[in-house]
């Protein structure tokens, strides 16, 4: 079959499954989302893999409130990952979580080896790090968070999306190696993805990617004001900041890409189009880093989280010795329970992602997806710098690597 990915392509969002009540295709909604939280709500599951406790049901306003209820945050998000429509097969849904139970199977060997892994310290990459300006961060912050909304629908979708990318052919004008910048249509919604691929020097077929999501939501979409300032302003500018230095350092023996990704609040849209491309055109992407929400320091300053589902442990391990050698933070472990940022759009297509975020699951910025997402004195940009500094040690280091994958 030529299509593996229900977020994609998809022919029909008519609801096709005989055994669900009779609602209309808009007030439904087709979700993956914990298997036990579920169960614990009493909504019919279609079809479920016990391995890596991901359900698949559609939820009609009620169900989608009663999970809403019982996830650990009351309302402030979904806690399951949000289809954009609702598959015309099931067949489409048991490939997809066949693809993840794979993808678990692989890091679940992967884990049961017991590994050291270690970064020797660059004095060019310490330095660099010093480099890298929490008020840059602001700024971003500021100005991203000032408009409007960046919801992917709309008339207003792509006004952001056009000057952020007009300020990334600015800012890499003058660049002394090969640096390019596209704006990436999608077929699943009209707004568009911002990448800047600076050129490998010796194995430019090989990838690290950089990846952040642009829009915003308020509710559960419409045209209400969302800031998104740290949902995800912040990530987006912790990126920048870490591109900025990066473009003014020597040209990367890999590629480095940085990507901007439409509709992610919409069910990852942007993400899962271009993974899906890369997975089509055999990419060799050696590492995908994925920042969400990285200016609210719910469980203190300095104290951030790793994402353990829909990630590489490889690439969870290599994160940590980077930060061992480089920033000697505190890293937490937390799971989000289902896909809930583009990291899963990468890993669920073989690709191996990982995702530091602001704080535990339970612990982080309670009020996205509403008005309220916006810069106070609860957030931190000293915090987001740490997310800057671990995005560009790895541009640097693995960038300049042979480090991959361990293959097991
Ligand atoms: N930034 C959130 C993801 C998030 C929320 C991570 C809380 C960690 C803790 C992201 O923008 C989001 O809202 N994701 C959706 C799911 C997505 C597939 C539509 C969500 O969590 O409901
Ligand atoms: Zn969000």
Same mark, same amino acid.
């Given at each position: 079959m030529k299509q593996s990915f229900i977020f994609i392509g998809l022919l029909a969002s008519q609801q096709v499954f005989s055994h669900i009540p009779d609602f209309s295709a808009h007030q439904t909604q087709a979700v993956y989302a914990d298997l036990n939280l579920l169960k614990q709500a009493r909504i019919p599951v279609l079809y479920a893999d016990n391995q890596t406790n991901i359900g698949y049901s559609v939820l009609t306003p009620t169900m989608l409130q009663k999970l809403s209820e019982l996830s650990h945050q009351h309302g402030r998000c979904g806690n399951f990952e949000a289809l954009s429509q609702i598959p015309n097969d099931i067949n489409i849904v048991k490939k997809d979580l066949d693809a993840v139970n794979k993808q678990h199977k692989k890091d679940l060997s992967y884990m049961s080896v017991a590994r050291n892994l270690t970064v020797a310290q660059n004095p060019k990459i310490a330095e660099a790090l010093q480099?890298?300006?929490a008020d840059n961060i602001k700024q971003t912050v500021t100005w991203l968070s000032s408009y409007h909304s960046r919801y992917n629908? @709309?008339?207003?979708?792509n006004v952001h999306v056009n000057d952020f990318y007009e300020k990334m052919k600015l800012m890499t004008a003058n660049s002394s190696f090969p640096v390019t910048v596209d704006l990436i249509s999608h077929r699943s919604t009209p707004q568009k993805s911002v990448r800047v691929s600076i050129k490998g020097?010796?194995?430019?077929d090989e990838y690290v990617i950089f990846g952040a999501h642009y829009d915003s939501i308020s509710g559960w979409g419409g045209t209400g004001r969302a800031p998104g300032a740290d949902d995800n302003a912040s990530g987006s500018a912790s990126l920048l900041e870490a591109m900025r230095v990066a473009l003014t350092k020597e040209q990367p023996q890999r590629t480095l890409e940085f990507m901007w990704y439409a509709g992610e609040e919409s069910g990852l849209l942007g993400s899962a189009e271009i993974a899906e491309a890369y997975k089509v055109e055999k990419r060799n992407v050696i590492a995908v880093l994925q920042l969400d929400?990285?200016?609210?320091?719910?469980? @203190?300053?300095f104290k951030i989280t790793s994402i353990t589902?829909?990630?590489?442990p490889w690439l969870r391990d290599y994160m940590k010795a980077l930060n061992t050698t480089y920033l000697n933070i505190e890293i937490l472990d937390d799971k989000c329970g289902y896909g809930c940022s583009d990291h899963a759009s990468w890993n669920r297509r073989g690709f191996p992602a990982v995702f530091p975020t602001e704080a535990k699951f339970n612990s982080?910025?309670?009020?996205?997806?509403?008005?309220?997402d916006v810069i106070s004195s609860v957030m931190s940009f000293e915090h987001s710098l740490v997310f800057s500094k671990i995005a560009l040690a790895m541009a640097l280091d693995l960038g300049n690597s042979t480090q991959r994958e361990a293959l097991h």
């Open positions: 480099e890298l300006k629908k @709309g008339a207003n979708a020097s010796t194995k430019p929400m990285t200016m609210f320091p719910g469980d @203190g300053e589902d829909f990630t590489s982080m910025f309670q009020y996205i997806h509403t008005d309220k």
